[in-house]
T-cell receptor, first 114, second 114 residues
Framework: AQSVTQPDIHITVSEGASLELRCNYS??????LFWYVQSPGQGLQLLLK??????LVQGIKGFEAEFKRSQSSFNLRKPSVHWSDAAEYFC????????????FGTGTRLTIIP | DAMVIQNPRYQVTQFGKPVTLSCSQT?????MYWYQQKSSQAPKLLFH???????NEADTPDNFQSRRPNTSFCFLDIRSPGLGDAAMYLC?????????????FGDGTRLSIL
C-alpha cells in the first residue's frame, strides 16, 4: 500500500524568506502526487499536482514542487513567503489505477514571523 | 462560483444523540467523499459515492452512515455519537475515481459532542 511521510510537523519561516516543505512517498510505481493547503477552520485547497512529464510542477499562489523519483520525494517550495501562507500543508498520493482514495501525510504546520 | 458547500459549519450534539451533516455541490461531479479530520491529523477517508454506488472504508465504524439522494447532495449520519467522534468532517468531490482527478473540498463541519 502507498504511504506518505512529511518529516516536519512544524516549520517557522520569516516573511520574505524561502520555503521548502518535505514530502516522501512509498509506492511501487509512479504515483499521482498532490499538495493541499488548509487554512485554520477551512477545507483543503489544491496547490498543485503531478501526474507525469515535467518533474517541476507550478501551482497556485507562487508554489512549485519537484518530483524526484530517485529520492521518492515531492518537496514543495516557494521563493518568498507571505504572512498569508501561514497554514497547514498536506502532501497526498494516489495510485495509478484501482484505488479510488488519496493517502494524506500528517501535515506540516507553517508559521510566518515578521 | 461552482463549489462544495457544507452545512452547518459548526454542530454541537449530545452524547448518543443522532446528528446529520450535509454537503452539496454545484460542480456536477460524480464522486463525493466524506473525511474525518481530528486535530493536528491528516484527513481520514470514511466512505465515498461514485454516483449512487457506495464504497465504505474497511475501518469506518458502523456508527457512521451516508446517503446520497441525488448528484448534488450527500449526507453523513452519525447514529450515536461518542466523545471520540468530535472532529472536523470534510466533504469533497471529484469528477472521477481515477486518482488523478483532484478532489475539491468544502470548508468542513466542526462537530462537538457534549
Amino acid at each position: 500500500a502507498q504511504s506518505v511521510t512529511q518529516p516536519d510537523i512544524h516549520i517557522t519561516v520569516s516573511e520574505g524568506a524561502s520555503l521548502e516543505l518535505r514530502c516522501n512517498y512509498s509506492y511501487g510505481a509512479t504515483p499521482y502526487l498532490f499538495w493541499y493547503v488548509q487554512s485554520p477552520g477551512q477545507g483543503l485547497q489544491l496547490l498543485l499536482k503531478y501526474f507525469s512529464g515535467d518533474t517541476l510542477v507550478q501551482g497556485i499562489k507562487g508554489f512549485e514542487a519537484e518530483f524526484k523519483r530517485s529520492q521518492s520525494s515531492f518537496n514543495l517550495r516557494k521563493p518568498s513567503v507571505h504572512w498569508s501562507d501561514a497554514a497547514e500543508y498536506f502532501c497526498a498520493v494516489g495510485v495509478f489505477f484501482g484505488n479510488e482514495k488519496l493517502t494524506f501525510g500528517t501535515g506540516t504546520r507553517l508559521t510566518i514571523i515578521p | 462560483d461552482a463549489m462544495v458547500i457544507q452545512n452547518p459549519r459548526y454542530q454541537v450534539t449530545q452524547f448518543g444523540k443522532p446528528v446529520t451533516l450535509s454537503c452539496s455541490q454545484t460542480l456536477n461531479h460524480n464522486v463525493m467523499y466524506w473525511y474525518q479530520q481530528k486535530s493536528s491529523q491528516a484527513p481520514k477517508l470514511l466512505f465515498h459515492y461514485y454516483d449512487k454506488d457506495f464504497n465504505n472504508e474497511a475501518d469506518t465504524p458502523d456508527n457512521f452512515q451516508s446517503r446520497r439522494p441525488n448528484t448534488s447532495f450527500c449526507f453523513l449520519d452519525i447514529r450515536s455519537p461518542g466523545l471520540g467522534d468530535a472532529a472536523m468532517y470534510l466533504c469533497a468531490t471529484s469528477s472521477g475515481t481515477v486518482s488523478n482527478q483532484p478532489q475539491h473540498f468544502g470548508d468542513g463541519t466542526r462537530l462537538s459532542i457534549l
